[in-house]
């Protein structure tokens, strides 16, 4: 086996054992904790056994199609939603039993609309922020200082305007501001840059990136895979009431292809191949060809490909009420799909 | 300080806050003046005809009923409808992701909705005492019954409010609240004695604070003859006191129960499907 073909095998047999891992206690570091959490609205199974763990200073991206339990399973893990079964542990502790000092500890960030929208930005985190003083220790200081947060968020210009004054980005920005004002462990973030122009996207993105810096543990949805890749160390995807995959965005590629993309032009003539073994092709060509290749690329699968077939690729494969995640989701499956040797044959014919 | 103790104080502050912003928004100064000034332009213009048989101006006759109304109408109308409005925009489910945002949430609440009660008194009041003749507050003790009849009355009302607030998650629901109230304002001997009304309207009038608030407001402002007016020809402090109390023990059992179970129900998507269900209302 190629080396690449050896990598993409590891990085599913490391998911592999954090998923069996999972399944044993949970660690001192780990701060999110689901297993088989089911969710039934009347007779509809929304979700069907979600099993997934975050360690402390991860970033987790939950991805999945609309109505497939992300907001759901946020709100279940938040507190703010009853579980219909399964085990749930957020800072060990049970959501449907945490109590206020475990809240003090969690950070949520609202979609706002127009709540608040008479107070000033530094009285609205000042007046927020005050409820956390109680809950302060030694290692954390509660809360956020409220100039320093508000510099932060990129808000200090517009600290003593009204709420309702704010352009869409800076309210955005002021919901994040109040989601981490208590300085939280545990900060969840659904859909955070909906409606984002792309300054204000890496703005925010810089502003996560900061806050994992800290130690937080992150778990957001969206639906900008671009988003899901940058900001996350790990990617779930839900979908048919399970995760049916988790990794991190090369992990997931290697899942569903080993193949990667080469592209190249000799002369004004382009190429493209479609392999298994990049770097050996690649040495092949430029042995053959030397320096008249130009524009060379290599690409894996990029996480929309991944994503696509993961997802639409696992549910047109469905017949009727069968159970979705059985086609995509077994875990031999899953490193079978990783290992599977898609096309050997390295195609020799491209590199002329 | 604990954490009990730092909500409380939040929560006044909170309160604090939202008065200022009331006091110093035109729009909102605007709605709270907007009722008592057309009351008292009315009342001004029926200062110079007088209840028969007596010398009392209509225009003072009716005050007291008017101020007991307004005490009512923050208790039940400002509650329920801040309730709603800051269910639907989110407010609470912020709130709620606080530590003791809730607790606090509700306190700030009790204060702005005490202020609006004391508020909604004294604009009709004491212009009043300037603009007609013959109404006027000579005793401490007047002043003492008012303030009494006053914390009485938000007592019993705000809960109430507070349970119909937290029955609906919609504002433009205020309307099935307003119509029934209006129609028991009717019926309440608010602007004319309820006596004049046949006995099983006055049997449903005196279930409902409206009735006893304005007749506290009478005893307080009204010289005593003109209690022979009222049923049984006195002020009825026992039976008023009654009532009132069976809306507080009512309101302060229940209340909580309806608050807990609203509160219990707020997430990111219930506030999502509101703003959704509004928007496209809008459109």
Known sequence: MTEVDKGGTSASATQTATEVGGLADPGPDTVIDVRDLHMRYGTNDVLKGVTFSAERGEVLALLGPNGAGKTTTIEILEGFRMRSGGSVSVLGTDPAHGNESWRARLGIVLQSWRDHGKWRVRELLHHLGSFYTPYSTEAIRRPWNTDELIEAVGLSEHADKRVMRLSGGQRRRLDVAIGIVGKPEVLFLDEPTAGFDPHARREFHDLVHRLADENITVLLTTHDLDEAEKLADRILVLAGGRIIADGSADALSRMVSTKAEVRWSIGTERHVHSTDDATTFVRRLLTEHGSAVQDLEVRRASLEDTYMKLVYGMESGLAGDEDAAQVFFGREEQVTVAAEPHGRDIDEEGAR | ?283
């Open chain 2, 1 to 283: 300080m604990n954490a009990s103790g730092v909500a409380i104080r939040a929560g006044i502050r909170r309160g604090l806050a939202e008065i200022r912003q009331m006091l110093t928004s035109g729009p909102d100064l605007l709605s709270v003046l907007f009722f008592p000034t057309i009351t008292l332009i009315v009342m001004y213009f029926l200062r110079d005809s007088t209840l028969p048989g007596t010398d009392i101006s209509v225009g003072s006759a009716a005050m007291p009923g008017v101020l007991g109304m307004q005490v009512a109408f923050a208790g039940l109308v400002g509650v329920s409808a801040s309730l709603m409005v800051e269910r639907e925009d989110g407010t609470l489910l912020r709130a709620k992701a606080v530590p003791n945002g809730m607790f606090g949430y509700l306190v700030g609440k009790i204060i702005v909705g005490a202020f609006d009660g004391a508020l909604a008194m004294l604009i009709v009041l004491i212009p009043g005492l300037f603009l007609l003749d013959g109404f006027r507050i000579e005793s401490l003790n007047a002043w003492l019954t008012l303030a009494w009849v006053l914390a009485l009355g938000l007592i019993a009302t705000m809960p109430i409010g507070a349970m119909i607030g937290s029955l609906s998650d919609n504002p433009r629901n205020m309307g099935l609240v307003m119509l029934p109230l209006l129609g028991l304002v009717a019926i309440s001997g608010v602007f004319y004695p309820i006596t004049a009304l046949p006995g099983w309207v006055q049997f449903i009038a005196q279930l409902f604070p409206i009735y006893w608030l304005g007749l506290g407001m009478r005893s307080a402002l009204l010289p005593d003859a003109a209690a022979a007016v009222e049923i049984g020809g006195s002020w009825r402090y026992a039976e008023m006191i009654g009532v009132l109390g069976v809306w507080i023990v009512v309101g302060l059992i229940f209340a909580p129960i309806l608050l807990r179970r609203m509160a219990r129900r707020e997430s990111g998507s219930t506030v999502a499907a509101r703003r959704d269900r509004a928007l496209q209302r809008v459109q």
